[in-house]
């Protein structure tokens, strides 16, 4: 049976739930999809509820409750966990299986329909895989599975047949075999809510949590980590590449070690601080002589575009158990670095990586940018950062300035707009083109003296309201929400679009641009080039 997510999370700590998660999985259903951990974020009663697993067949809709280790009932509460350290009173497990039955049925309802307007039939099954429960009242022999008839997870599929006839029989609208199209629809409707996994950015500075949900696409790619042991994922900035690294790390360290690297050194602090599994090791390339000898399960390589060398792939063959050829590794790329930056990319390195593994992609939703970003990236240096779905935003600004001093009150007068409005300094990141502070013009600015360096802050929780400045190349793999890019020459574009692309894409809703007047000259030449050369391929 097929099961989502593809592997259990580190999180898990319930042996009970993992011994489920392992039975599901063994179970010869190409039909049916498990869910594990789907939230309820509006159940009535509780904050948040929670159902161990969702299994959607054609059938029945069941839901599985699980109970490890001690379940104790006494005058009539429950009780869970060892003797002295009981938590409880509680529900009992067959009262939480229909409460969190009915809250499903409630909320799919509101997205696809009424579950009986459909025919769909639903019921719940209770799991205790150490213990065995009494009869009681409170429940049917259908409804419960039992350590021993449970067997180490060899019963399963056999109880979940047992609860499937049983319910059947009372659920008097049902009309099975339940579409496969109507179970694709519950379980594109199930999958936004149930696989949210932290922003990088929240995980990092600890902020009120927010989340970003993945995008069936994205979904798809991360269902696939376990059958295909060697994948090249491409795609454009913004379409998730760092996000879907990180979360294929943290499924790969439940089933072994994982090395974790990229050419940045900023990226690779960054990441540390959100990858903390201890299964987890990630550097940045430039240090992987740390680890000496040691070799690992699994190798995930982010940004692997600036490292596409056959020199760099031969270090990397050392560091995953099986080498490239027989190994488990995912590599990120971005395939636009082939138009940006030819003379950093060697065609026979990926030429020869990518035989070696299965091809994914390229990942077409952008995430990240709004949809003016997108088409002024595009404009000016023919990349494709892919069909931006961040929706839209404000227009692009390109101010004109005469020197590095009218550089300076432009970017003061662009940033004061921008705090009137509501906007937090911590929000924004001046990025710097030469990506020197001592020439920047930066330096210049009213607010110079509480400006951080990001490659200061990077991986710390020093979260001051202040702005963050940085060079190009270090703020490459990060992002904010609003960019300003600052000392930009018309030396800086002519051969290297890379710089432009870059740091336009770091911007999710906001991109503001010095322009300088040679820089605005050599900006329009671009974007005839760009154009020329569109019409050229036609």
């Known amino acids: 049976m097929r099961i989502i997510p593809s592997e259990i999370s580190n999180n898990t700590r319930s042996q009970a739930e993992r011994s489920v998660f ?72 067959f009262a939480q299986a229909n409460g969190g039955m009915h809250e499903f049925d409630r909320e799919i309802g509101t997205l696809i329909g009424d579950l009986r307007d459909h025919g769909v039939p639903s019921g719940y099954l209770v799991i205790t895989p150490d213990v065995d429960i009494p009869r009681t009242t409170e429940f049917e022999p259908e409804q419960y599975l039992s350590a021993t008839a449970y067997d180490g997870g060899r019963g399963l ?10 319910w059947s029989t009372r659920n008097r609208w049902a ?36 989340f970003e949900r993945l995008t069936n696409e994205q979904l798809a790619r991360l269902d696939d980590l376990e059958t295909h042991p060697r994948l090249t994922w491409t795609g454009g900035a913004g379409t998730g590449k760092t996000f879907l690294a990180a979360e294929a790390a943290r499924r790969k360290s439940a089933a072994g070690s994982v090395l974790f690297t990229c050419a940045s050194t900023t990226l690779a602090t960054h990441l540390r601080r959100v990858l903390s599994d201890r299964a987890i090791t990630v550097l940045p390339f430039e240090r992987l002589d740390e680890v000496g000898h040691r070799t690992f399960d699994h190798l995930i390589v982010d940004e692997a575009q600036d490292l596409m060398t056959l020199d760099h792939l031969d270090v990397l063959e050392n560091l995953v158990s099986g080498g490239l050829d027989m ?129 200061d802050v990077v991986g710390t929780d020093r979260t001051k309201h202040r702005l963050t400045w940085s060079s ?55 974007g005839v080039a760009v154009l020329a050369r569109e019409e050229g391929l036609r």
């Open 327 to 455: 190994g488990r590794w995912v590599f990120m790329l971005d395939q636009n670095n082939q138009v940006l930056t030819p003379d950093a990319y060697d065609p026979e390195a990926w030429d020869y990586l990518s035989k070696l593994g299965t091809p994914y992609g390229p990942l077409r939703r952008n995430c990240r940018n709004t949809v003016q970003i997108v088409k002024q990236v595009r404009r000016y240096t023919g990349a494709d950062p892919g069909v931006a779905s961040a929706g839209e935003g404000e227009p692009v600004r390109f101010t004109d300035v005469k020197d590095p001093q009218g550089e300076a009150v432009a970017l003061d007068a662009y940033v004061d707009k921008l705090v009137r409005d509501g906007v937090s300094l911590r929000d924004i990141t001046v990025l710097s083109a030469s990506g020197k502070w001592e020439t920047s013009s930066a330096r210049l600015s009213q607010r110079a003296a509480k400006i951080e360096r990001f490659v």
């Open 22 to 93: 392992t039975a599901l999985k063994a179970i010869p259903d190409d039909e049916s999809v498990a869910l594990h951990s789907v939230h309820l974020p509006r159940h009535h009663r509780k904050r948040v509820g929670e159902i161990d697993f969702v299994v959607i067949m054609p059938d029945i809709l069941l839901f599985i409750e699980v109970k490890g280790g001690q379940v104790q009932q006494r005058d009539g509460k429950w009780y869970y966990g060892p003797p002295g350290r009981e938590d409880g009173p509680k529900e009992s497990p």
């Open 157 to 166: 599929a056999q109880g979940i047949e047992r609860a499937t006839r049983f």
């Open 472 to 526: 190009v190349s270090d703020f490459k793999g990060h992002e904010n929400r609003v960019v300003c890019l600052i000392d930009l020459e018309a030396e800086q574009l002519k051969g290297r679009l890379d710089t432009l692309y870059v740091a336009w894409t770091r911007a999710r809703a906001q991109l503001w641009i010095a322009c300088r007047p040679d820089t605005r000259r050599t900006l329009k030449d671009l």
């Open 175 to 210: 009309r099975t075999p339940v579409s496969a199209a109507l179970r694709k629809r519950m379980l594109e409707a199930v999958r936004p809510d149930f696989d949210l996994v932290p922003n990088l950015h929240s995980r990092l500075t600890h902020l009120e949590a927010t």
